[in-house]
C-alpha cells in the first residue's frame, strides 16, 4: 500500500504550493501503475480543492489543472508529485541507479567538477527540463550552477541555458531521502 506524505518545501516557494512524497509503491512502468500513480495525484488536488484537467488520467497528456502548474516523477520504489502557481520540477531517482556516463554525456567539465555528487546533476536538470518543457527540447542546454550546502543531505542550486548565461531559469534544491535523490526546482517567472 502506498504511503503519501507532504512534503516541507523551500522557502521560496509560494504559500500555495504542495509537494507530496509517495513511498512503499512498486511502480513496473506499465501502463496501469502510471494511471494509478495519477489517480493518487488526482485525490490529493481534489482534497486541495484545485480542478485537474479531465485528461489528467491520459497518460499521452502532460498533467494539468486550473491555475497551477504540477509536476510528477516516479522510479521503482517511490514517486513526488506536486504543483505550483509557479512552473515547477520534480525528479526523483534511486541514487545508485543514475549512471555517470549519461550524467557525463549531458553535463560540462565545468558543472561535473562544481557538483556535490554526479547524480544531483541529473536530477536536477530533468526537474529544469520538466519546468520548461514547452522551450527546452535537451537537457543538455541546462546549465547547473551555484551549488550551496543548506543542511545535511540538503543542496541549493539555480539553473540557466548554456547558450544565455545572463537569464537564470530558477531555484531548486536537491535532497537525499533514503536510497532516493529528489529534487524541486521553481522556475523565477
Known amino acids: 500500500m502506498a504511503t503519501i506524505q507532504p512534503l516541507s518545501l523551500p522557502p521560496y516557494w509560494p504559500i500555495s504550493s504542495q509537494v507530496f512524497l509517495v513511498s512503499d509503491i512498486q511502480q513496473d512502468h506499465t501502463t496501469e501503475s502510471r494511471r494509478d500513480f495519477r489517480k493518487l495525484l488526482q485525490h490529493q488536488l481534489q482534497v486541495a480543492g484545485i480542478s485537474p484537467s479531465t485528461d489528467l488520467l491520459d497518460l499521452s497528456q502532460l498533467p494539468k489543472a486550473q491555475g497551477h502548474f504540477i509536476s510528477l516523477s516516479h522510479c521503482a520504489t517511490a514517486g513526488v508529485f506536486g504543483w505550483s502557481e509557479r512552473r515547477l520540477g520534480l525528479d526523483i531517482e534511486v541514487l545508485t541507479k543514475i549512471k555517470s556516463h549519461l550524467v557525463e554525456r549531458v553535463s560540462t567539465t565545468q558543472e561535473i567538477s562544481e557538483a556535490p555528487h554526479l547524480?544531483?546533476?541529473?536530477?536536477?536538470?530533468?526537474?529544469?527540463?520538466?519546468s520548461h518543457s514547452e522551450t527546452i527540447k535537451v537537457v543538455s542546454s541546462v546549465e547547473i550552477f551555484d551549488w550551496t550546502l543548506?543542511?545535511?543531505?540538503?543542496?541549493?542550486?539555480?539553473?540557466?541555458?548554456?547558450?544565455?548565461?545572463?537569464?537564470?531559469?530558477?531555484?531548486?534544491?536537491?535532497?537525499?531521502?533514503?536510497?532516493?535523490?529528489?529534487?524541486?526546482?521553481?522556475t523565477d517567472h
Open 119 to 130: 547524480s544531483y546533476i541529473w536530477c536536477a536538470k530533468e526537474a529544469v527540463f520538466k
Open 150 to 186: 543548506q543542511a545535511t543531505n540538503i543542496w541549493n542550486f539555480k539553473a540557466r541555458l548554456t547558450k544565455d548565461t545572463k537569464t537564470l531559469l530558477g531555484a531548486g534544491e536537491i535532497r537525499l531521502i533514503g536510497a532516493h535523490v529528489l529534487c524541486f526546482f521553481l
